[in-house]
């Protein structure tokens, strides 16, 4: 056809190409229709051919031989693309690259141009509405998790300032240790609940693992840093993979605030020091009428042993009677038996200790019974507990005391006195724990050199959600902001006065705002005031600060008075009282 459009004759060498181009191009029939038989043969012995397939059998077979060639020349791209993709070895990318360019050449070869590239398939447009979505199911905190808002922060600092008022006041001072810790150091410290701790990949050949508690830490501080006394506090987040139960309080990352005493010391005066801490924080903090109990993990072991449990599994039951907080006896006792191995008879001898608790009347009781009270371990820790209580009465807490011998606290560290606080009426479990641990920073001296210690843990997230439920009834009023003062006018042209009366508070340390409009409404800025407890307002107006007059309104009464402008700071600052983040709504 070329050549009679050209009119020119056909030369010996013309007819020659030709025919080698008819040759190539039967030969990629041959195979297209070897390769459409073998597709179609298999489609037949599965027994359930696709329409789809068919119908491009069909279609390849009744393609022209350039159409035919062109697939080829795709499907080997295709093909190639899929090998660098998965980035396959060398060779066999390059393989696959001579075959895609031996079909193009022969493409050319037939057609007498280049093989045109395969159509691309735009993906479906997406409308904004399936982005949002896309993004909200991205836009989400980790389970276990949460960020904490204006007012949720407000309550949180004003916990932490009491809290470390309170530690202060006892002279504990203030160290910060990582958040992730070398596995070795956490790892055998929590008994059952070591499966709780996360886990870190391996970093440049250290197993890392996130702090489980601020305790374990502090003891390696401890003995990394030769020290033999130290009282300190520290306020930090740890993490649980545990199971969260937000609304009480339950999360995977929290703050803990602890404060310890590490020496040796006169015996039970540290550890009564802290259920002392313990009760003046939540008295600081008004949450209502609480109770602190307290055993001995001396005294627990040695009802254990008189009660025939063997020794290897003390910590194995002692887990199991620390859920008595949380379960009925019957279900504890099922535990004992069916989980933990323990004849029926013991449990029940285990049972009719574990359901005694009262003050120091207890006490005397225990050391009637002549057979626990012969036990060495048994006898150690009621007569320590006799030493507490005592102190307890003389710091004035013993009304919030209570000795129960269900307490057991799981964690392996513990060796003497153990305690836990609970607000009455609540359900958010314990707000406060802790106890004595003579033994662990000697694990981490390669002398095996021991300093006693003993401290106590306040769970402010159980705290927080307290706070949070009262506030959502009503019960009390919050405040998100500290700002004492706000500067405004009612005409726009002062604005560079309100910025100036502005810097001079700041000056003087007064918590003072301003809008950041030229243009407001006086009323607009009382309601913010009013909204969000602001006890002042200082108006400026161009006849009052022409007479050097300024305007003071206070947003709780109303009440509004002229004073001279050089007087404002020293005025101020006589109004000001110090005033609660938080406070009680009056009924």
């Known amino acids: 056809q070329q050549q009679q459009q050209q009119q020119s004759p056909l030369s010996a060498s013309d007819l020659a190409h030709f025919i080698r181009r008819a040759e190539q191009a039967e030969d990629v029939i041959a195979q297209l229709q070897q390769q459409v038989a073998w597709l179609t043969q298999q489609l037949a012995q599965s027994g359930t051919p696709s329409q789809g397939a068919a119908e491009a059998a069909e279609a390849a077979e009744a393609a022209t031989p350039a159409e035919q060639l062109l697939a080829a020349v795709h499907a080997q791209g295709d093909v190639v693309r899929a090998a660098k993709a998965s980035k396959s070895d060398q060779p066999v990318i390059d393989a696959e690259l001579a075959k895609l360019k031996d079909l193009k050449a022969q493409y050319k070869a037939l057609t007498g141009e280049d093989a045109p590239a395969a159509p691309t398939k735009k993906a479906p447009k997406r409308s904004a509405k399936d982005k949002a979505k896309d993004q909200g199911l991205l ?75 601020l305790t374990v830490p502090f003891a390696r501080y401890v003995a990394q840093n030769k020290l033999k006394t130290l009282k300190r506090y520290q306020i930090a987040r740890v993490y649980r993979r545990d199971n969260p139960a937000m609304t009480r309080g339950r999360y995977r990352e929290f703050y803990q605030c602890d404060i310890d005493f590490a020496g040796e010391y006169e015996l039970m005066v540290p550890d009564s020091e802290c259920a002392k801490i313990v009760a003046e924080v939540l008295t600081d903090l008004g949450l209502g009428d609480f109770t602190i109990k307290v055993n001995h993990r001396k005294l627990l072991d040695g009802i254990f042993a008189v009660c025939g449990v063997p020794d290897d599994t003390f910590r194995l039951i002692s887990s199991a009677v620390d859920k008595l907080d949380k379960l009925p006896w019957d279900k504890v006792r099922e535990e004992m038996v069916q989980e933990k191995g323990l004849s029926e008879d013991v449990a029940d001898r285990i049972g009719r200790y574990v359901v005694l608790n009262g003050g120091a009347e207890l006490v005397d009781k225990l050391r009637s019974d002549t057979t626990l009270y012969g036990n060495a371990l048994a006898k150690q820790g009621i007569d320590e507990m006799e030493v507490f209580l005592k102190y307890c009465r003389l710091y004035n807490i013993l009304g919030n005391v209570r000795f129960d011998l269900s307490l057991a606290r799981g964690l392996d560290y513990y060796t003497g006195v153990i ?169």
């Not at 998790?145 to 600092?157: I, K, L, N």
């Open 139 to 213: 836009l989400q905190c980790p389970t276990g998790m949460r960020d904490y808002g204006p007012a949720d922060m407000a309550v949180r600092e004003h916990v932490f300032q009491t809290i470390t008022r309170v530690f202060k006041r006892h002279g504990a001072a203030s160290i910060d240790t990582p958040v992730m810790e070398l596995k070795e150091i956490l790892t055998g410290k929590y008994g059952e609940d070591s499966k709780l701790i996360y886990d870190i990949a391996d970093q440049g050949g250290q197993l890392l693992s996130l702090r489980y508690d």
């Open 419 to 587: 305690m836990e606080a609970v607000l009455d009426g609540a359900d958010v479990g314990s707000i406060a724990g802790g106890g004595r641990y003579d033994n662990l920073v000697g694990m981490f001296d390669p002398k095996g050199g021991k300093v006693p210690c003993v401290g106590v843990c306040m769970g402010v997230e159980r705290i927080f959600s307290i706070i949070e439920r009262r506030a959502a009834a009503g019960e009390i009023d919050m405040r998100v902001t500290e700002t004492d003062v706000v500067v405004c006018s009612g005409q726009p042209s002062l604005m560079e006065a309100r910025l100036q009366i502005l810097s001079q508070l700041w000056a003087a340390g007064i918590k003072a705002e301003t809008a950041y409009k030229r243009k407001e409404k006086l009323v607009t800025t009382f309601q913010h005031c009013e909204k969000n407890r602001i006890p002042f307002a200082v108006i400026l107006g161009e006849q009052e600060m022409a007479a050097g007059k300024i305007r003071i309104r206070n947003t709780v009464t109303r009440e509004e008075t002229d004073v001279e402008q050089a007087r404002l700071v020293a005025t101020l600052q006589r109004l000001l009282a110090p005033r609660p983040i938080i406070s009680e709504v009056e009924v």
